[in-house]
């Protein structure tokens, strides 16, 4: 049987590049996630912590009871200023001080609106609260 042949260097090409390109889209991946984290370790936040699905695995399946642990955790974390949650790869600030939220809502510099933003669009229409701009 010849390698290089017909079908069968066709299929082991196919399989070969697109097992590569798997292989770099993951670490892409991960090399984006590791450096968010590396940027977002300083902060206070919820242990245990997962690469893939953050703090996803400790908090409840209900919309009403994954409220109430974040609640919870924010009365735990009351002492600092924020509190770190990680819902899969993407972090999420809780703020509990009115100094913080203070310096968050007068920042000028830092505008544009957060991905969940775009679930209220269609709902809302553009406003006040889904505008990109203030």
Known sequence: MDL????FFFGWAVGTTTAFALLAAALSLALRNYWKWKEMN???????WYPILGNA???DGDPEGFWKQVINYSEEFRCVPLLKLWIGPFPHMVLYHQDTIEV??????????SYL???LQPWLGTGL???RFP
């Open 4 to 7: 290089f042949s017909g079908a």
């Open 42 to 48: 300083a902060i206070p936040g919820v242990k245990p």
């Open 57 to 59: 695995l400790l908090f």
């Open 104 to 113: 968050v809502l007068r920042n000028s510099t830092l505008i544009e609106k």
């Open 117 to 119: 933003y775009r679930f």
């Open 129 to 131: 609260l889904t505008s």
